[in-house]
């Protein structure tokens, strides 16, 4: 983060800015196992199969899915991270956001876990906050904001076709982001 001060004081917190040239490896988050492919707690490992599949011949990104359950993350990313010889500040993360309506997404360095159990096993595992993270938003749109549904009532559920599109829409607007054509 860039603390801009005036008289000492803070007047204003920026983020970093993203440069694609600056991350080496892609962590698509999500859960092993069948009962969990297609589900939106996984948005993260399909958008990691989707973007390692049209980066085949990269030299700059290494792509991630840890084989261990989310709230496991940490360990699988410390020892990839030890293995390539590269720091946090290097990764991105990728992972659904229950707080961003689906095909949404916001990336962000340095910032807390804001409830992600994934998110909050790398930070414990690293040490540090300070890596990228793309939230991709899984919450269905609803018009009654007051009778919200908890994460924990859809993480787990399988992506109709109508919402694939709408996230493979998003991965498209993400490519050009993290894969921009020079």
């Known amino acids: 983060m860039i603390f801009l001060l005036k008289d000492g004081i803070i007047v204003r917190i920026m983020e970093k800015k993203f440069n694609p040239k600056d991350v080496s490896l892609i962590v698509g988050l999500g859960n ?10 996984n948005i993260g490992a399909l958008y990691v199969a989707h973007a390692a599949a049209l980066q085949t011949k990269t030299e700059q990104q290494n792509f991630i899915q840890p ?6 993350s940490g360990q699988a990313v410390k020892a990839t991270l030890k293995r390539l010889n590269k720091k946090p500040a290097d990764i991105l993360v990728v992972h659904d956001d229950s707080d961003l309506t689906l095909g949404k997404y916001k990336l962000s360095f340095g910032r807390g876990a804001a409830g992600h159990n994934g998110v909050l096993s790398i930070m414990t595992s690293l040490h540090t906050k300070n890596f990228w ?19 924990s009532e859809f993480v787990l559920k399988k992506i109709n076709s109508a ?11 993400i490519d050009s982001i993290i894969f921009p054509k020079d």
């Open 67 to 72: 084989s261990t359950f989310m709230n496991e």
């Open 32 to 41: 092993p196992g069948n009962k969990y492919i297609k589900t939106y707690h």
């Open 163 to 173: 919402a694939m599109r709408v996230l493979e829409n998003a991965f498209l607007e």
């Open 133 to 151: 993270r793309l939230r991709v938003g899984i919450r269905p749109p609803s018009s009654k904001e007051r009778f919200r549904e908890k994460a």
